[in-house]
């Protein structure tokens, strides 16, 4: 018989960093009914960026593939063509490497014919006017005259650490009493403490600039041990409520992501 041209197989690989805390599974869940909703033919699959926490959910028995291996797999179904979505919130080090293992598996013999990744959350400008508009829309119910609410990113050594401080710019052009500091890069929480000690607070509202809440949110951000956010901002006499859901948690965030996903199925399309 003579050879027929295969039929072509389109999948969704959705990749965040991963968290072991089994508080965010929800979150993961809202963004795949999302992604489901918009792509309702297409099969979805999941992977994590990070190698410590599929081990630590491993020796839980969860098995959570890498990107590599979920692209090996997709392969090997048939899939001729994989959209991979980052859900990363920056192009830094953890998208990187989520890069490099999509540029790997492009026209692997016997593999995928076309692998394409989408952007994480702040890529282009209009990401961060996006995202900004959504977070300031979204600000908690609670809040009063006199409160201020800092976000806690994740923050990085790698370059796109300029995303934050680009985020806060565009916040503060809007909003002077929304704050945004990182863990591990610029700006910092002393940063913000010292604004703050110039004006008069009623109370801080601490919210994740993350994915998902856990981790981070649940231990430097509202932990209790005397390094968290909460504890440092409260032993300086300031009022504190913290809110314990990602991102992702919030449908016009996941939207964002979306627009990224269209993007890489419009390109795959037209190969
Ligand atoms: C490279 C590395 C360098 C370093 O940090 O030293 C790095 C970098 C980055 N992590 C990011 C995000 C998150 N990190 C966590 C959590 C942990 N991250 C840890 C390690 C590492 N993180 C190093 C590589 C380890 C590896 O390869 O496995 C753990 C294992 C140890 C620890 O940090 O103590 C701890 C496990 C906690 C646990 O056991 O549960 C969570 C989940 C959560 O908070 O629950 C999120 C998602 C937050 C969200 O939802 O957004 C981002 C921003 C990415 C983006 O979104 O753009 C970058 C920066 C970038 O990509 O440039
Ligand atoms: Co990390």
């Given at each position: 018989?003579?050879?027929?041209?295969?039929?072509?197989?389109?999948?969704?690989?959705?990749?965040?960093?991963?968290?072991?805390?089994?508080?965010?599974?929800?979150?993961f869940?809202?963004i795949?009914?999302?992604?489901?909703?918009?792509?309702?033919d297409?099969?979805?699959?999941?992977?994590f960026?990070?190698?410590?926490?599929?081990?630590k959910?491993?020796?839980?028995?969860?098995?959570?593939?890498?990107p590599?291996?979920a692209?090996?797999?997709?392969?090997?179904?048939?899939?001729?063509?994989v959209?991979?979505?980052?859900?990363?919130?920056i192009?830094?080090?953890?998208y990187e490497?989520?890069?490099?293992?999509?540029?790997?598996?492009?026209?692997?013999?016997?593999?995928?014919d076309?692998?394409?990744?989408?952007?994480?959350?702040?890529?282009?400008?209009?990401?961060?006017?996006?995202?900004?508009?959504?977070?300031l829309?979204?600000l908690?119910?609670?809040?009063?005259?006199?409160?201020?609410?800092?976000?806690?990113?994740?923050?990085?050594?790698?370059?796109?650490?300029?995303y934050?401080?680009?985020?806060q710019?565009?916040?503060?052009?809007?909003?002077?009493?929304?704050?945004l500091?990182?863990?591990e890069g610029y700006?910092?929480?002393?940063?913000?403490?010292?604004?703050?000690?110039?004006?008069?607070?009623?109370?801080?509202?601490?919210l994740?600039f993350?994915?998902?809440?856990?981790?981070?949110?649940?231990?430097?951000?509202?932990?209790?041990?005397?390094?968290?956010w909460k504890?440092?901002?409260?032993?300086?006499?300031?009022?504190?409520?913290?809110?314990?859901?990602?991102?992702?948690d919030?449908?016009d965030?996941v939207?964002?992501?979306?627009?990224?996903?269209?993007?890489?199925?419009?390109?795959?399309?037209?190969?």
């Amino acid at each position: 018989a003579a050879h027929t041209k295969k039929a072509n197989k389109t999948g969704i690989l959705l990749v965040s960093f991963g968290s072991s805390y089994p508080e965010t599974r929800a979150t993961f869940q809202h963004i795949e009914a999302e992604v489901k909703a918009t792509f309702p033919d297409l099969e979805i699959h999941w992977a994590f960026t990070s190698k410590i926490i599929r081990n630590k959910l491993r020796s839980r028995g969860e098995t959570i593939d890498s990107p590599a291996e979920a692209l090996s797999k997709m392969g090997e179904e048939g899939f001729t063509n994989v959209a991979v979505q980052s859900l990363h919130v920056i192009p830094g080090e953890e998208y990187e490497n989520l890069k490099t293992t999509v540029e790997a598996f492009s026209g692997m013999p016997k593999g995928i014919d076309q692998v394409q990744l989408g952007k994480p959350l702040l890529y282009h400008q209009n990401d961060i006017e996006n995202l900004g508009d959504v977070l300031l829309q979204n600000l908690p119910e609670g809040m009063v005259e006199g409160d201020v609410v800092v976000f806690m990113g994740h923050g990085t050594h790698h370059p796109a650490n300029v995303y934050y401080p680009g985020m806060q710019y565009y916040l503060w052009q809007k909003h002077p009493n929304v704050f945004l500091a990182t863990v591990e890069g610029y700006p910092e929480l002393n940063q913000v403490i010292e604004k703050l000690e110039t004006r008069k607070v009623n109370k801080v509202w601490l919210l994740p600039f993350m994915t998902i809440a856990g981790d981070h949110a649940r231990n430097d951000m509202a932990g209790e041990e005397e390094e968290s956010w909460k504890s440092v901002l409260e032993a300086r006499g300031y009022k504190t409520e913290a809110v314990l859901s990602g991102m992702a948690d919030q449908d016009d965030v996941v939207q964002i992501w979306i627009e990224h996903l269209k993007e890489v199925l419009i390109e795959l399309k037209s190969k």
